[in-house]
T-cell receptor
């Protein structure tokens, strides 16, 4: 059975801090790992990672995949209150016909 | 471009009632799927489809039916609602195995079964 584990489950930081969120996976026939941000409604896409060691960046957010360690990290630098959300990690396998999600990390950024 | 549209946004059902959650996408995506999200449990896959006429079960399929008669629509049917089906339901779609932008999600349906 495919499994995705995220840590920590929740995190409270001060504005301006840097945070690192973790995602590890145990799946058969790995294809890609995706990060999503969920505020009040639907998850919104952040990154898709398929190759080990190649960092993807978008503004203050970045992510990297380590296929040897079966894991990924999501970094957020200079956090802002607008970064408060649940961050979801998901994995696709085979033909990428479905997503297997972790339980998410709830991030709260305080002033 | 509407993306993925889910209706209704909110629904209250009595135990034993049936209903259909609607999902439509206008991006000509091959893949569509249904997830439920419960507190502390992330999103869990209910059913998914890789094209019209093809569906398969996910992690938590019991109590739900799906069909995919067209590329655009993927309705989720609750046969006999139970309080354990109280959840937020998300429909998602993607263009297939060469996707580089992940899945697109609908805005969700919050279902309460009393």
């Amino acid at each position: 059975e495919d499994k995705v584990v995220q840590s920590p489950l929740s995190l409270v930081v001060h504005e301006g801090d840097t945070v690192t969120l973790n995602c590890s996976y145990e799946v058969t026939n790995f294809r890609s790992l995706l990060w999503y941000k969920q505020e009040k409604k639907a998850p919104t896409f952040l990154f898709m990672l398929t190759s080990s060691g190649i960092e993807k960046k978008s503004g203050r957010l970045s992510s990297i995949l380590d296929k040897k360690e079966l894991s990924s990290i999501l970094n957020i630098t200079a956090t802002q209150t607008g970064d408060s959300a649940i961050y979801l990690c998901a994995v696709t396998t085979g033909t990428a016909s479905k997503l297997t999600f972790g339980t998410g990390t709830r991030l709260q950024v305080t002033l | 471009n509407a993306g993925v549209t889910q209706t209704p946004k909110f629904q209250v059902l009595k135990t034993g009632q049936s209903m259909t959650l609607q999902c439509a996408q206008d991006m000509n995506h091959e893949y569509m799927s249904w997830y439920r999200q419960d507190p502390g449990m992330g999103l869990r896959l209910i059913h998914y489809s890789v094209g019209a006429g093809i569906t398969d079960q996910g992690e938590v399929p019991n109590g739900y039916n799906v069909s995919r008669s067209t590329t655009e629509d993927f309705p989720l049917r609750l046969l006999s609602a139970a309080p354990s089906q109280t959840s937020v339901y998300f429909c998602a779609s993607s263009s297939g195995p060469r996707v580089d932008g992940g899945y697109t999600f609908g805005s969700g349906t919050r279902l309460t079964v009393v």
